[in-house]
């Protein structure tokens, strides 16, 4: 289950990283917010996911647990606190539930440890490329940051205890070896290649 808090960002969104003829496959339910919806709050996340854990019957935990992951058109993280309200509340719902954020990674690392602290396990974080310039050129991150704080966010998170998926797609020119490499040296567990639609 996806959960999208927002379709704000502070960079290149993770679906427009995909390529300009990528679209988010219709079988997946995913709707943009759009600009003038309102964003959940945190009861809203935990209902729906009490309503998709009742639709399965099955436990929260397991094997079959397909889990909830919070991303979307725009950067969950922005809306951290809303996001560490729901974690900790489906925590305590649904002990065993799978929990993943799938972020860009460009944030203060304190919110590394709010995330370990509210119960979240698992963090999936974008990085565009290996190479400073070529990742500024592909975030474009609206805020100064840039690939160190991203791979900071990535060490810090691991060192944590939350296990770190590192993606990052196949865009022309992109060193697929050296983003894996540099991601496992800051303590990814996983790395996943993306495709890229021209």
Do not use: W
């Amino acid at each position: 289950m996806y959960l999208s808090l927002t379709d704000k960002s502070n960079a290149a969104s993770l679906i427009t990283l995909r390529g300009p003829s990528f679209s988010v496959p219709k079988a997946s339910g995913f709707v943009p917010l759009g600009v003038e919806a309102n964003e959940p709050n945190a009861q809203e996340l935990v209902n729906a996911v009490d309503r998709f854990y009742d639709s399965l019957n099955i436990g929260s935990s397991g094997e079959s647990d397909p889990g909830v992951i919070f991303a979307g058109a725009g950067e969950p993280l922005l809306r951290k606190h809303v996001l560490l309200e729901a974690v900790r509340e489906i925590r305590e719902r649904r002990h065993g539930a799978r929990l993943r954020v799938s972020t860009n990674g460009l944030h203060d690392l304190e919110t590394c440890d709010e995330l370990f602290n509210a119960g979240l396990r698992e963090v999936s974080v974008y990085v565009a490329s290996a190479n400073p310039e070529e990742y500024t050129r592909l975030m474009a991150p609206t805020d100064g940051r840039g690939l160190g704080d991203a791979l900071q966010f990535v060490e810090r998170c691991s060192s944590n205890g939350i296990e770190v998926e590192v993606t990052c797609s196949k865009a022309p020119g992109v060193d697929l070896g050296a983003v894996r490499e540099v991601a496992m040296a800051c303590g990814a567990v996983k790395f996943r290649e993306r495709e890229y639609f021209q």
